[in-house]
């Protein structure tokens, strides 16, 4: 006897009919699927009920038998499931068997739409069997109608799963992400999503972890109060501080009743020796400057807050002060020498990631901020007729616009990434909120700032660069600029400073004025170290401008004095300065000092019996002088390189002579610079110099000659 087939109840025999049709229609079905249909449908004729049970049932409940069937229902809506129930099941073949359901069009309006958004085959497909398919059978809607609360339970529903499991879910996350993206720009009302990191989805209580509840509740009212004016990310970096300060006092005080109590000696102080010896957790080096001052700074802000409005839980008086902060470095501004800059920007042209490095090559060309540059709007050119074509940069770090020329390359790269940034929709400013047409457009979204970053690594790294960061082009546009002339207010204007100490960091970097006066004193220095006058120049006689010692003679006594030493005395001399007095007679013996009383400084003196103070030079003797001038003369007259070993041959001085006796290494010097710097502005500018001094001085000396002779004429006048 045949086994008799459990009865389908009326109100579930039109499910069952379309069941059996649909089987017939893909050419499968059996004995199975069709008694595993009437028991389900026999025990739940509303399939919806199913969907009551707790999970763990309805997995259980999902054996092969049943699984055509379930598909059916939620391929034809009459069964949503759940997202729990959905996420834990592998739907591969229900992506197959949707073109020929009710959800087979939306499917593929929605493979479409990431295609035209550059999507791969391989992600567009990933994203509609993870999530498209998923949200259409769960919702019951169609793909022009999903709603931002969908997609919010959506992701709730993987959150619970990852708690359920342990561990992340990142590929669905990045899928639901980016799936919200494509229904945006097919017409739903679900906009795109601003990209968060992990840290942008905690709460505040959860950056205070490890902080005590006395002092972790006024902290999260102050963040809160801090979200109202800050951008949410200048909020996070206050609860990261504030976070490093209430665990300090948790292992320091966990009594701590209030914030109230708060000591300087017991609480601060102990804080503020933490912060200095505090190390970075990934590296283990000792942290920034700039890092420690900022986080003394968070936690005086907030201690100053509370106590001005009041609250209970603020110090009676303050407790932190500006010296408690560290000084800050001064460092110049890191910009892209020339020779870098070239293999960057090559890099760049040769960059397969068009949209991104065109982006960083706009950058360079305008000296935008990262942040400005993801800002752009589509119509940001503007043409003024008469001025060419201007860039109108967005509101940035500093709250301002600006508007900055362009030339034509700097158009051409505008019209290249307008090409390559993808159409669609325009998406909400993440600043005004209202809605805009973004200029760098990836995938239906704004291009992000990290994505640009890290094409430019890749690009530096091709290039062989290291550590080159996006704010580098910014400071190398400032620094061209600073170099061709710019005046100080022009590029405060292109980088919209709102202050000139901002900008006149960059004039540090190559300052004018420091090159002039560097030049000016270098010139000076030659004028009083260097020749007096070319070679073969009218020689003046040293006679006329001395009193005939060539010793005398202005440039020969400013190298000799104080460097030159001599290796014998001569009777009308001192013997240890080669001075023009006369030799000293010895001094008698010095008696020994007496025991404790202390020896008298030795001088040129006291040693040898001088009474000069000088120090004991050496200088070469007027024979060595006159060969080795001779020898550079000769030298120079026939082109040839001044240096030790030539002069030695010709002058027939050995070259340990030249080398030691600083007289005749100062002419060797003195004729190599004029060999070297004989034809240019600056030596011409020494000896023009020098030779106005040295006819001063024989103006000088006729003058002095003029005034004896009329002296010794009135006094010849009286005996006529």
Not at 128 to 140: D, E, P, V
Not at 195 to 206: H, P, V
Not at 239 to 248: P, Q
């Amino acid at each position: 006897m045949p086994p008799v087939k459990t009865t389908v109840p009326r109100q579930a025999a039109p499910v069952y009919e379309a069941y059996l049709a649909w089987l017939a229609s893909r050419g499968v079905g059996s004995h199975t699927f069709d008694s595993g249909a009437r028991c389900f449908l026999a025990r739940y004729p509303g399939p919806q009920a199913w969907a009551e049970l707790p999970l763990g049932a309805r997995l259980a409940g999902t054996r092969p038998h049943l699984q055509p069937l379930l598909n059916f229902l939620m391929l034809h809506r009459h069964l949503r499931p759940g997202y729990d129930y959905l996420l834990e099941r592998k739907l591969t073949a229900i992506l197959r068997e949707a073109p020929d359901s009710p959800l087979g069009g939306d499917l593929t309006r929605f493979l479409a739409g990431a295609e035209a958004l550059g999507y791969s085959l391989r992600a567009r497909t990933g994203m509609a069997s993870q999530i498209a398919i998923r949200m259409l059978i769960q919702t019951g809607r169609g793909l022009g109608e999903l709603t931002g609360a969908d997609f919010t339970a959506f992701g709730q529903a993987i959150t619970e799963r990852e708690e359920r499991l342990g561990r992340e879910l990142k590929h669905y996350h990045g899928a639901l992400y980016a799936s919200r993206a494509v229904v945006y720009h097919l017409g739903a009302p679900a906009e795109p999503a601003p990209k968060r990191s992990t840290l942008g989805r905690w709460s505040w209580e959860r950056h205070l972890d490890g902080v005590t509840d006395q002092v972790r509740t006024p902290m999260t009212a102050y963040l809160e109060r801090l979200a109202g004016t800050l951008a949410r990310s200048s909020v996070q970096g206050a609860a990261s501080e504030l976070a490093h300060f209430g665990r300090f006092l948790a292992r320091h005080d966990p009594g701590l009743a209030s914030l109230a109590l708060l000591d300087r000696q017991r609480h601060i102080e102990p804080y503020l020796n933490e912060v200095a010896a505090a190390a970075s957790r990934r590296t283990g080096a000792p942290i920034a400057a700039s890092t420690a001052r900022q986080r003394i700074q968070t936690v005086g802000s907030f201690l100053d807050a509370i106590a001005g409005w009041g609250w209970p839980e603020a110090p009676a008086r303050r407790l932190i002060f500006p010296r408690d902060a560290p000084k800050l470095p001064h460092p110049l501004p890191r910009y892209l020498p020339p020779d870098q800059e070239r293999a960057l920007l090559a890099a760049l042209e040769d960059s397969p990631d068009r949209l991104r490095a065109d982006a960083l090559l706009l950058m360079r060309a305008t000296g935008m901020r990262i942040g400005e540059l993801t800002m752009l709007e589509l119509d940001c050119v503007h043409e003024v007729p008469g001025s060419g074509a201007w860039l109108k940069v967005p509101l940035g770090k500093l709250l301002t616009e600006r508007m900055v020329p362009i030339d034509e390359e700097t158009v051409e790269i505008i019209d290249r990434i307008t090409g390559h940034r993808s159409q669609g929709r325009p998406l909400r400013h993440p600043r005004t909120g209202k809605m805009a047409d973004f200029l760098l457009t990836h995938q239906g979204r704004r291009l992000s700032a990290d994505s640009i970053r890290e094409e430019l690594h890749r690009a530096a790294a091709e290039a062989g660069l290291d550590g080159v960061v996006p704010h580098m082009l910014r400071h190398t546009y400032a620094t061209a600029l600073v170099n061709a002339g710019c005046s100080l207010q022009a590029l405060m204007a292109l980088l919209g400073h709102v202050s000139a100490a901002m900008s006149l960091r960059y004039g540090r970097l190559f300052d004018a004025t420091v090159r002039d006066e560097y030049q000016r004193a270098l010139t000076l220095a030659k004028a009083q170290l260097g020749p007096v006058l070319p070679a073969d120049r009218t020689q003046l006689p040293a006679a006329a401008i001395t009193s005939g010692n060539w010793r005398d003679a202005p440039l020969l006594k400013s190298r000799l004095a104080g460097t030159a030493r001599t290796s014998a005395t001569t009777p009308a001399s001192c013997p240890s300065c080669n001075c023009s007095g006369p030799t000293p007679k010895p001094s008698p013996p010095t008696p020994k000092p007496a025991a404790g009383v202390r020896k008298p400084p030795v001088t040129a003196a006291s040693s040898d019996g001088s009474t000069c103070l000088s120090a004991r030079p050496m200088p070469a003797d007027h024979d060595h002088l006159t060969r080795a001038e001779a020898a550079c003369a000769e030298l120079a007259a026939t082109g040839q390189p001044i240096t030790l070993t030539a002069v030695a041959v010709l002058a027939r001085i050995g070259r340990t002579t030249l080398y030691r006796r600083t007289g005749l290494r100062a002419v060797i010097d003195e004729h190599k610079t004029r060999g070297q710097d004989a034809s240019t502005l600056t030596s011409l500018t020494v000896q023009i110099d020098q030779m106005r001094r040295s006819l001063e001085a024989v103006a000088a000396k006729v003058r002095r000659h003029e005034e004896t002779i009329r002296r010794l004429e009135r006094a010849r006048r009286p005996g006529q």
